[in-house]
T-cell receptor, first 115, second 116 residues
Framework: AQSVAQPEDQVNVAEGNPLTVKCTYSVSGNPYLFWYVQYPNRGLQFLLKYITGDNLVKGSYGFEAEFNKSQTSFHLKKPSALVSDSALYFCAVREAGGSQGNLIFGKGTKLSVKP | DSGVTQTPKHLITATGQRVTLRCSPRSGDLSVYWYQQSLDQGLQFLIQYYNGEERAKGNILERFSAQQFPDLHSELNLSSLELGDSALYFC???????????????FGEGSWLTVV
């Protein structure tokens, strides 16, 4: 069965510092991995995805994520956090070639960036 | 703006009642997905339709049903509502069935359902 783990319920970062939001996954075959962000009282916005190719994926708003197959991880990173990055971040996975197209989501990590 | 439109944005109803949530996918998208977001369960996949046909089923209760119409809009029907059904219901869409592709699923802003 597919699953996603986001081990931290909350991450606190000072503005200007680098941030990392962790994600590990479990699928039988190769994964398609996604990050979404949810601002208060808003829907989920797509940030970036890994399908194949370069392990470092760049996305919206200066975010990037690194796919590590040996560690089954897909951590979200940003070199310099902004207060406006404060939101709920979700990692999601779909098995490549699997029978279903829906995404399996982690429980989310609340990112708080303080000035 | 993702291009996925959901109505209503907010809904308050009593236990035992029935409600219908509506979703218009992005232009050109054939797949529609419904997700439920609650504090205790997180984001749960409910059901997927592709070009009018049910494609995949997740943790959808028997009291809930959905359909996708010929114009590709979708409706999620929730009946015999209970307090525990209070949640944010998301609709999402993607271009294709997504079985073997990495195409992105785009989400609407959700419909807040409060059951009192």
């Amino acid at each position: 069965a597919q699953s996603v783990a986001q081990p931290e319920d909350q991450v606190n970062v000072a503005e200007g510092n680098p941030l990392t939001v962790k994600c590990t996954y479990s699928v039988s075959g190769n994964p398609y991995l996604f990050w979404y962000v949810q601002y208060p009282n808003r829907g989920l916005q797509f940030l970036l995805k890994y399908i194949t190719g370069d392990n470092l994926v760049k996305g919206s708003y200066g975010f990037e994520a690194e796919f590590n197959k040996s560690q089954t991880s897909f951590h979200l990173k940003k070199p310099s956090a902004l207060v406006s990055d404060s939101a709920l971040y979700f990692c999601a996975v779909r098995e490549a070639g699997g029978s279903q197209g829906n995404l399996i989501f982690g429980k989310g990590t609340k990112l708080s960036v303080k000035p | 703006d993702s291009g996925v439109t959901q109505t209503p944005k907010h809904l308050i109803t009593a236990t035992g009642q029935r409600v219908t949530l509506r979703c218009s996918p992005r232009s050109g998208d054939l797949s529609v997905y419904w997700y439920q977001q609650s504090l205790d369960q997180g984001l749960q996949f409910l059901i997927q339709y592709y070009n009018g046909e049910e494609r995949a089923k997740g943790n959808i209760l028997e009291r809930f049903s959905a359909q996708q119409f010929p114009d590709l809009h979708s409706e999620l029907n929730l009946s015999s509502l209970e307090l525990g059904d209070s949640a944010l219901y998301f609709c999402a869409s993607s271009v294709v069935d997504s079985v073997s592709s990495g195409n992105t699923i785009y989400f609407g802003e959700g419909s807040w359902l409060t059951v009192v």
